[in-house]
T-cell receptor, first 110, second 116 residues
Framework: AQRVTQPEKLLSVFKGAPVELKCNYS??????LFWYVQYSRQRLQLLLR??SRESIKGFTADLNKGETSFHLKKPFAQEEDSAMYYC????????????FGQGTTLQVKP | GAVVSQHPSWVICKSGTSVKIECRSL??????MFWYRQFPKQSLMLMAT?????????EQGVEKDKFLINHASLTLSTLTVTSAHPEDSSFYIC????????????FGPGTRLLVL
């Protein structure tokens, strides 16, 4: 079964501290993994995807097929990073259909 | 990025009435539209996938007769919640299919429905 698990509902850190938002997935095919962010009162927007291997706003995520994980990391959190973060799984069929994790609220305290 | 709009942005209705939500992709043609639902403090759950000119495909547990989806053109898809009940109160979000290059999926701003 296709599934995305984000074990933490809330992650609270101080400004400047490292951040790791965990994401594990279950998928039998070739996965496409994404991280989406939703700032307060704004629409969902793409943060990054594993295919591009890019860093956005200082965030990176590496797909680990052995551990079926796609954790989101940032070495130094900023207050403006406070938001809801969703890990999402797409399939190799490239249809655009996404399965979302439960989401993790990141709270960066001053 | 693509521009996706939804109308209305929020709606309050009485139980038993029907509500239509429009989703428009303003600057690209969406052959496929995904409709998601998000309950408070929960994740997005895919409700259905609509393809232009054909019937929508519904996810397990989603009543097709209750949530009518029409995708009459490449820029407009509508979701109608028929005979709405309080448990239908939720945030409904549309998402057009990815760009041809499979690059990014865009989302509408969402429609908040409150059924009294």
């Amino acid at each position: 079964a296709q599934r995305v698990t984000q074990p933490e509902k809330l992650l609270s850190v101080f400004k400047g501290a490292p951040v790791e938002l965990k994401c594990n997935y279950s998928y039998s095919g070739s996965p496409e993994l994404f991280w989406y962010v939703q700032y307060s009162r704004q629409r969902l927007q793409l943060l990054l995807r594993h295919i591009s291997r890019e860093s956005i706003k200082g965030f990176t995520a590496d797909l680990n097929k052995g551990e079926t994980s796609f954790h989101l990391k940032k070495p130094f959190a900023q207050e403006e990073d406070s938001a809801m973060y969703y890990c999402a799984l797409g399939g190799s069929s490239n249809t655009g259909k996404l399965i979302f994790g439960q989401g993790t609220t990141l709270q960066v305290k001053p | 990025g693509a521009v996706v709009s939804q109308h209305p942005s929020w709606v309050i209705c009485k139980s038993g009435t029907s509500v239509k939500i429009e989703c428009r992709s303003l600057d690209f043609q969406a052959t496929t539209m995904f409709w998601y639902r998000q309950f408070p403090k929960q994740s997005l759950m895919l409700m259905a996938t609509s393809n232009e000119g054909s019937k929508a495909t519904y996810e397990q547990g989603v009543e097709k007769d209750k949530f009518l989806i029409n995708h009459a053109s490449l820029t407009l898809s509508t979701l109608t919640v028929t005979s709405a009940h309080p448990e239908d109160s939720s945030f409904y979000i549309c998402s057009p299919a990815r760009d041809r290059g499979g690059e990014t999926q865009y989302f509408g701003p969402g429609t908040r429905l409150l059924v009294l």
